[in-house]
């Protein structure tokens, strides 16, 4: 298995602009997880779905977030409008329902809002 | 709510050196803990997982310890090689399927 891909791997992009940040999880698993990881605050759960449905998105900072799922093996992490405080590693994370000390983590993607 | 904090933030020793790396929580209310590696530029890898009955797990030269009651793990690592340089994160599974983590320890190993 390829493990969890995320992309891109690097973004960079200006204040103001929409980010996209992309992750496709291990096959099979139905657990997906988005953190954010940064020197302030360390790793941050931002959302988790089971089964393709949004279960806890308490950690998601603001409105400018969102995250969707619309399949199995494809998730989306959207930031609008992005802010120079939004720059972070973003993991994502899979795993199988009920086992969040299962998970494989993503290499991340490296956001950087100038 | 769950707060995970390790100590040191950075640690560096010489190589062969025996070292421990702290972990503690503030709720002892947890399904389990485990602890990560964290290499530059690379995502997590679990290292070892210590269910809430257990008061330890020993992987090679690696073994962590669980003290729920007061709230507190330490992960030894025994002959320490400069391949063991990277950051260790400590994580808690409260409940549902969160994992709380701490800020990790970045460990360098001096050849």
């Known amino acids: 298995d390829a493990g969890v891909i995320q992309s891109p791997r690097h973004e960079v992009t200006e204040m103001g602009q929409e980010v996209t940040l992309r992750c496709k999880p291990i096959?099979?698993?139905?657990?997906l997880f988005w953190y954010r990881q940064t020197m302030m605050r360390g790793l941050e759960l931002l959302i988790y779905?089971?089964?393709?449905?949004?279960?806890?998105d308490s950690g998601m900072p603001e409105d400018r977030f969102s995250a969707k799922m619309p399949n199995a093996s494809f998730s989306t992490l959207k930031i609008q409008p992005s802010e120079p405080r939004d720059s972070a590693v973003y993991f994502c994370?899979?795993?199988?329902?009920?086992?969040?000390?299962?998970?494989?983590f993503g290499p991340g993607t490296r956001l950087t809002v100038t | 709510k769950q707060e995970v904090t390790q100590i040191p933030a950075a640690l560096s020793v010489p190589e062969g050196e025996n070292l421990v790396l702290n972990c503690s929580f503030t709720?002892?209310?947890?399904?389990?803990l485990q602890w990560f590696r964290q290499d530059p530029g690379k995502g997590l890898t679990s290292l070892l997982l210590?269910?809430?009955?257990?008061r330890e797990q020993t992987s090679g030269r690696l073994n962590a310890s669980l003290d729920k009651s007061s709230g507190r793990s330490t992960l030894y690592i025994a002959a320490s090689q400069p391949g063991d340089s990277a950051t260790y994160l400590c994580?808690?599974?409260?409940?549902?399927?969160?994992?709380?983590f701490g800020q990790g320890t970045r460990l360098t190993i001096n050849p």
């Open positions: 994370a899979s795993s199988l329902v009920g086992k969040p000390d299962e998970q494989y």
């Open positions: 096959s099979g698993h139905n657990s």
């Open positions: 779905f089971n089964n393709n449905v949004p279960i806890d």
């Open positions: 709720d002892s209310a947890i399904y389990n």
């Open positions: 210590i269910q809430s009955s257990q």
């Open positions: 994580a808690v599974v409260p409940g549902a399927q969160k994992l709380v």
